[in-house]
């Protein structure tokens, strides 16, 4: 088993830029190492498992350059993937110098010529489809009831992501729609938790003294926050959910 190996995600969703990514690849390209080009890890993710599996077992460790963590750990896990020993720097956050450096820093690869593989995904559509961050769903079947296009099941109260590539392309109403922000789309290009960011706390303790009034006061304010901010995203979620059926009508007229 060969000790370590970088895979590059070049989705082309616009999650970063086409001057980033080739920052990026210039980058990667002067490092003496295994380098996979991917196309798409999402489309990979379901067309190209053999490779997944393949890279699996012929590396000890992983080094993946991608977009948010959580959002590959949950699209290896929901497709019965695994790649262990991955670690994965996140473009979204981090500048191609930076992932340069902790490239030659921190995983000690150095100056060299990479020994280059273009891997692609075989798929004829985008790899647009929802990622199940299954900690979080309470199977509560609200997504698989907003869906227009059959892309979950809802059976014995089970959520599953059946047919992904039905998806339409750049709609993600239901995860706008879910109350435990468990649905992931990481081809999204706003970035976020909807496209895979780690939640955070809305408030965190400074270690201040405060009376309890003044708690309550807070309280209910960050509560009226979330329940504008909800509806917010029920507003916006309705809004992509007639778009998509719009499109899908137009489609079916022509």
Do not use: H
Request: one cysteine or more.
């Amino acid at each position: 088993m060969s000790k370590s190996c970088i895979l590059f995600c070049n989705c082309g969703a616009g999650v970063i830029t086409p001057e980033k990514s080739q920052q990026i690849k210039s980058s990667l390209e002067k490092l003496d190492a295994d380098l996979y080009q991917l196309d798409d890890f999402c489309g990979i993710a379901l067309g190209r498992k053999d490779f997944i599996r393949a890279i699996d077992q012929q590396y000890e460790r992983k080094i993946m350059v991608a977009c948010y963590p959580r959002a590959i750990k949950n699209l290896l896990a929901q497709n019965n993937l695994e790649l262990s020993g991955l670690e994965v720097l996140n473009f979204r956050e981090l500048s191609a110098a930076e992932i340069e450096s902790k490239l030659r820093n921190d995983y000690s690869f150095s100056e060299g010529k990479a020994a280059e593989t273009l891997i692609e995904s075989g798929l004829d559509v985008p790899a647009w489809y929802p990622v199940i961050d299954q900690p979080l769903c309470i199977d509560c079947g609200k997504c698989f009831k907003f869906c227009l296009f059959g892309v979950y099941t809802f059976g014995d109260k089970k959520l599953k992501v059946v047919n992904p590539l039905a998806c339409k392309n750049n709609c993600p109403a239901c995860g706008r729609n879910c109350p435990t922000s468990a649905i992931i789309f990481p081809r999204l290009k706003e970035g976020g938790v909807l496209s895979g960011a780690e939640l955070g706390t809305e408030v965190k303790s400074k270690g201040l003294a405060a009376d309890i009034n003044m708690i309550s006061t807070l309280n209910q304010r960050s509560a009226l926050r979330r329940n504008i901010f909800r509806a917010g995203l029920v507003e916006q979620a309705e809004a992509e959910r007639q778009k998509a059926l719009d499109e899908l009508k137009n489609i079916g007229n022509k």
